[in-house]
């Protein structure tokens, strides 16, 4: 099979409920890619391009990643085996051949335009061949005389090659011309010698067709009386005996071939959920249909054993609870990731690169320096607002030096004003008007867990103070539905005014406002505190301030 995946494409995608570095990172990311290696890498979203993302994507003009519900391993992963359809006109004779030739056991009858008529196999043509006490079934089957002529290497004296064989019974005319009357009847096939007598007399008797053996010629007024009767006369160089044996080989396949009930697969199945099927039938070979319904090609079970999962680069996480759903079955081959490791694991070594900056957004942008590769102005406002995002506009405690440096530099190339820039992307992303709960709440969402608790954590990031004091009432009731539906132990939302450098952290589950008060020892004695609610002056990160916090407080 040789290794012809070198041009396999290679997905580069974020974590779920993407945020703007996710899906910038991962386009930008592949397009590094893509120039250095000249093959396929192709960017990919795990979920829907959230208001901010698409202020971005529309600003520079360029098209959302394809939405990616999950890796699984599909059927267009596989090494489909191409056998070519044939035609079902085709003999028994031929197929036989092409089947050796290809070291195949099943060969597909394809129409003209490419849909699948029926399969035939070695086992069908061996049966064919077992099944010679039926003297008309050459007829049954409706041969056409191209297929005798071919099949006996013979030629065609008398007659029309696309007409067909569809009456009478197969004999051997082997006695006495006045004995052969009494068994000719109308519409036969007549295997004679040269004994001119006999072959009068089968075109006497209204025989449909006589072959000739040996290689004998035939005379003129035999040719006429043929001709004159509408009787087609083949010759042949095979003895009586043998063609005799052959002709049944010149049958058509699809007299033989199996058309009801034929498993087929698509393009796009899932290998999981067709395993069971292969395994429950008999077959060793099964058809593969593109989404019209055309084929393609051929699996065997062989196939799914080898079937190398999609290749996977994953930006900006690394934990396998935020990675798109089936990664397990995916060749992962490089992380590049700016968070804590609750680390994927991986079945082979990857490329991973992990550096505690602001965003993934930072070190894609180290990448292209790296490689000398020139940024386009596009992909500077990519990796820039991206930054931005993350970054807060540089106020968050995770933006370093680094994130600074960078930002500022693709900024001036992409030709953007940084401030008013990060303006008119935070308003884009403040507008929650219109928007459904579950649409606000899944945002900017993210799972975690440590030790035998699990917790998500959502954020939503505004200049607006009204607009996140108005969340909070709608957030609380949501947040009981949320966490049922996760099956985790807490739920936490993050309302994170970024003019005032503050959160209000709403907390919902058994013991979660406590930990969180531990956490960040909170004195809960004052009487204003409300119920699921903690004011933190401060606290702008989720993945700086919050976490860390929280998982030492659970820890602890």
């Not at 208001?51 to 959302?64: I, K, R, S």
């Not at 089957?141 to 007409?163: H, R, W």
């Not at 429950?280 to 593109?290: G, T, V």
């Not at 103070?465 to 939302?493: C, Q, S, T, W």
Request: aromatic share 6%.
């Amino acid at each position: 099979m040789g290794d012809n995946h070198k041009n396999r494409k290679t997905i580069v995608i974020g974590h779920k409920n993407p945020d703007t570095d996710s899906i910038c990172s991962a386009v930008c990311y592949a397009n590094l890619k893509r120039i250095l290696t000249g093959e396929d890498y192709r960017p990919g979203r795990a979920g829907r391009v959230n208001e901010e993302t698409q202020f971005v994507l529309n600003y520079f003009g360029m098209e959302a990643p394809e939405l990616i519900e999950n890796v699984k391993t599909q059927v267009l992963d596989i090494e489909i085996r191409e056998t070519k359809g044939v035609k079902k006109k085709l003999s028994l004779k031929i197929a036989w051949n092409l089947m050796q030739e290809a070291n195949a056991v099943t060969i597909p009858a394809v129409t003209a335009d490419g849909i699948l008529e029926g399969l035939i196999t070695v086992g069908d043509i061996a049966k064919s061949y077992m099944n010679v006490y039926d003297s008309s079934i050459l007829s049954k089957a409706c041969t056409q005389y191209s297929n005798i002529v071919e099949t006996l290497e013979g030629n065609l004296v008398v007659g029309d090659l696309e007409a067909y064989f569809d009456k009478g019974k197969v004999l051997i005319a082997a006695a006495n011309p006045d004995m052969m009357e009494y068994y000719i009847s109308e519409g036969d096939l007549v295997i004679l010698g040269n004994r001119y007598e006999s072959q009068l007399c089968a075109i006497e008797m209204e025989a449909a067709c006589i072959i000739v053996c040996e290689g004998a010629s035939v005379s003129m007024t035999i040719k006429k009386l043929a001709q004159e009767r509408g009787c087609t006369i083949v010759t042949t160089p095979y003895d009586t005996y043998t063609a005799a044996r052959l002709v049944n080989q010149s049958i058509p396949i699809s007299y033989f071939m199996k058309t009801e009930g034929l498993i087929t697969f698509e393009e796009e199945d899932y290998i999981d959920e067709i395993k069971d099927v292969m395994a429950s039938k008999r077959h060793r070979d099964f058809p593969i249909l593109d989404k019209d319904g055309k084929y393609k090609g051929m699996i065997s079970r062989r196939n799914l054993l080898g079937a190398k999962g999609k290749r996977l680069i994953l930006v900006d996480h690394n934990e396998k609870s935020q990675a798109v759903e089936g990664m397990e079955n995916a060749e992962l081959l490089e992380i590049i990731d700016h968070h804590r490791l609750g680390t994927v694991e991986t079945i082979a070594p990857v490329f991973f690169r992990n550096q505690p900056v602001g965003c993934t957004a930072t070190i894609v942008y180290q990448m292209y320096q790296e490689n000398k590769i020139k940024i386009e102005p596009q992909i500077a406002g990519l990796l820039c607002s991206a930054i931005i995002s993350d970054t807060l506009l540089f106020r968050s405690p995770t933006c370093t030096e680094a994130d600074k440096t960078a930002a500022l530099a693709l900024a001036e190339i992409a030709g953007i004003d940084a401030d008013k820039y990060a303006s008119s992307m935070f308003e884009a992303a403040s507008n929650l008007k219109g928007k459904t709960d579950g649409e606000i709440f899944y945002q900017d969402f993210k799972k975690f867990s440590v030790g035998k608790i699990a917790f998500g954590v959502g954020q939503i990031t505004s200049l607006n103070d009204k607009e996140l004091v108005n969340l909070k009432d709608r957030m609380i009731p949501y947040m009981v539905k949320a966490r049922e539906e996760h099956g985790v132990d807490m739920m936490f939302f993050m309302l994170t005014n970024i003019l005032s450098q503050s959160t209000v952290l709403l907390c919902e589950g058994q013991g979660a406002k406590q930990i969180v008060e531990r956490a960040f020892r909170i004195d809960n004695r004052k009487e204003e505190q409300e119920d699921h609610v903690v004011s933190l002056p401060g606290v702008v990160s989720r993945k700086k301030q919050l976490i860390p916090s929280i998982m030492l407080a659970v820890q602890g």
